[in-house]
């Protein structure tokens, strides 16, 4: 077993600091945030993440120690920015929300630690006639960058959904071209009443009826696990992405692993690494608590 080669780190991200632009509030619980750090903007890909720092550096601290993982939200290679959607899920957060505007009032350092672009992203599945994304909470972010990149033949739905209208993401921020916006919301307050997989059966029976889309899903994993779980039953090809507490990023520390269905190609155990082998994947070909779902 080659477990050096399983743990390895990838070889093509980058370690940069990355200069805030802009922070702005796009719902009750979404904050825009522009960065600018031209290579990792030119590198990055749909469904890829950065490992972000929550404070400039400071020798004479070290807490938090970890940085964030953030999804990428949109990237402009011309400009050299890079756009991330996130919530002030916890302490790390909130106090990354601190520092940026600190950074634009000019009371702290202008820079963020920044590592990027990680994992394996969304490509378009083929032998479909439809795409479609559905999304809550932080999987907004990798379905918009997605949508807006995607090439594919065939119509494009992007179910996005929350508890309220108020915790939706402001629709400039998640408008992609050619691309149908449904909005799904728990307490009816804007769009389809209930989830978004209630969204999506509703798309599914109603203007879908009768195609094979493609399903792309990130967010709870409840929700994910239930996506993916209508899309087994109806024979739809299927990806998520996955969310972990990470420390490295990288592949190294082993601390975001979910169990799979055969062994790894270099390490030859069940183990994948979100991180790294992820955070993209086919449910049909994990185990542990995606067994309901998995490829019989």
Not at 5 to 29: G, N, T
Not at 222 to 240: D, I, N, S, T, Y
Request: glycine share 10%.
């Amino acid at each position: 077993m080659n477990y050096a080669a399983c743990i390895a780190a990838p070889k093509d991200f980058l370690q940069r600091r990355a200069e805030p632009l802009a922070q702005e509030a796009v719902s009750s619980r979404y904050f825009l945030l522009t960065l600018r750090e031209p290579e990792i903007a030119r590198r990055a890909r749909p469904g890829q993440f950065v490992m972000l720092a929550c404070r400039p550096d400071d020798p004479a601290s070290c807490d938090p120690l970890l940085p964030r993982p953030l999804a990428v939200l949109d990237a402009d290679p011309a400009a050299g920015t890079l756009a991330l959607l996130y919530f002030q899920a916890g302490r790390g957060t909130a106090l990354l929300h601190r520092t940026v505007s600190d950074a634009l009032a000019g009371r702290s350092g202008a820079a963020l630690r920044i590592i990027g672009p990680l994992g394996n992203g969304f490509t378009a599945l083929e032998k479909v006639d439809a795409h479609i994304g559905v999304g809550g909470g932080s999987g907004v972010a990798p379905l918009v960058f997605f949508f807006r990149r995607l090439k594919a033949q065939g119509e494009r739905h992007l179910i996005l959904a929350a508890r309220s209208a108020e915790q939706l993401a402001r629709a400039d921020c998640v408008a992609a071209p050619q691309t149908a916006l449904h909005e799904a919301t728990d307490d009816g307050t804007r769009g389809f009443r209930g989830n978004a997989v209630g969204a999506l059966a509703a798309l599914l029976d109603g203007p879908l009826a009768g195609r094979k889309p493609g399903l792309y899903v990130a967010g709870p994993e409840p929700m994910m696990e239930a996506a993916a779980l209508v899309a087994r039953q109806r024979g739809l090809p299927c990806r998520v992405s996955l969310e972990a507490r990470m420390a490295c990023g990288v592949g190294v520390c082993r601390s975001c692993v979910v169990e799979a269905l055969t062994p790894h190609a270099h390490s030859g155990l069940y183990r994948r690494a979100i991180c790294q082998d992820g955070p993209v994947f086919d449910p049909a070909e994990l185990a542990g608590v995606w067994s309901g779902v998995a490829r019989p």
